[in-house]
């Protein structure tokens, strides 16, 4: 007989072959009589022509997932981990039949107590659902000759803070520049007209732009690189910095400083890179001075992708703009004002309206066709 015990779980586990098919998983009782007795039946059923299913684990089962559709995604790097964590969590030997609701559940109050990386923070709502969605994900990815568990995911997504609509308007950028320091100005500037993140862009290296090809790679979340076309007033940006050291963006130290734990002396009217979070207080003072409330500098990407998708219409546009492999991520940033949608309106009524055509919409029409 092949019943055993394992340390994770109180029940006799089988495991056993049948014509070069595996069956394995738990027989539900935790009297080892009762087991043998269960693994009997199971064989009866099988050689009886029982259409059951094969087992396969967890680990298993992220592995299939990360071969044919993992690998390739835009934050694979980030995907990696978080099937890592998935599998260690679980139990990589774990039986992708025994996951249940109640173990999804306790997974997501575990993660929630996680502090998020490089933060003195917890894991947001957001980056937990992207974990209990890449799970489902893999359930559903598994071929269906396996066993898979029948799980109710309604309810088990945490709730998320309303989405934020925040975009700069053209007064606040003008304020805002007339007050920003000349080196932080760029970085700010850039980061608006490209619509990458903050740490992408203090980050931005010489080596990973061709200002002749008109072409620049950023480091984005998960260790990967992410690459985007260059405008020309970008091109002017990064053209205009000066070239000290690997990195495009740097400032001029205005203070003479010691060595610290984290980074080497600082040396008044020298240059060095910008560090994560040093420059955070000449950012906020910037915004005080120009009157700007409720603005992060992760808004800039928001503004950069509202921007960008009003001007062309086309959300997959701003999809590879901002390099997300899901456009329902894009579409939480590109957001709508009421004048575009009353453009929208007004569009689709000159295209659509039946009837009589609105006098105005006729006379818009013909100048139209002058202008053009």
Not at 49 to 55: A, D, H, I, T
Not at 136 to 156: H, L, M, Q, S
Not at 214 to 229: C, D, L, Q, S, T
């Amino acid at each position: 007989m092949t019943v055993y015990q394992t340390p994770k779980s109180p029940y006799w586990q089988y495991d056993f072959q049948v014509g070069g098919v595996r069956y394995h998983g738990s027989t539900g009782t935790e009297k080892k009589g009762a087991a043998k007795a269960f693994e009997t039946n199971k064989r009866r059923e099988i050689a009886s022509g029982s259409k059951e299913k094969p087992e396969i684990t967890l680990d298993e089962a992220t592995g299939y997932y990360w071969g044919v559709v993992g690998q390739f995604e835009a934050n694979a790097k980030a995907t990696k981990v978080q099937l890592d964590r998935l599998a260690g969590k679980f139990g990589a030997s774990t039986l992708l039949s025994e996951i249940d609701r109640e173990g999804i559940e306790k997974y997501i109050a575990w993660r929630r107590g996680q502090k998020a990386r490089n933060k003195n923070t917890l894991v947001s709502n957001a980056t937990v659902n992207r974990e209990t969605q890449l799970l489902k994900r893999v359930i559903r990815r598994v071929p269906k000759k396996y066993a898979k568990p029948d799980i109710e995911w309604e309810g088990v997504m945490l709730k998320e803070p309303k989405e934020r609509t925040r975009e700069l308007s053209a007064d606040e950028e003008r304020r805002l520049f007339e007050k920003l320091p000349e080196d932080l100005a760029a970085v700010v500037e850039f980061a608006m007209l490209s619509g990458q993140r903050r740490q992408s862009v203090i980050t931005l290296l010489w080596s990973k732009v061709d200002l002749i090809g008109n072409r620049a790679e950023v480091r984005v979340k998960g260790g990967g690189y992410h690459g985007f076309p260059l405008s020309p007033r970008m091109i002017a940006i990064i053209a205009s910095r000066p070239k000290v050291g690997p990195r495009v963006f740097t400032y001029v130290c205005q203070r003479s400083a010691p060595k610290r734990n984290d980074r080497a002396a600082r040396v008044k009217g020298e240059r060095y890179p910008f560090s994560r979070e040093g420059w955070t207080r000449k950012w906020a003072k910037a915004k005080a001075d120009a009157g700007i409330d409720d603005f992060r500098f992760h808004d800039l990407r928001h503004t950069a992708a509202t921007r960008v998708t009003r001007a062309v219409g086309n959300l997959k546009v701003t999809q590879r703009l901002l390099g997300h492999s899901n456009i329902a991520t894009t579409a939480r940033y590109a957001h709508a004002s009421d004048g575009d949608v009353a453009n929208a309106l007004l569009l689709t009524e000159s295209r659509n309206s039946p009837g009589q055509p609105d006098l105005n919409l006729q006379e818009s029409g013909r100048n139209a066709k002058k202008i053009g």
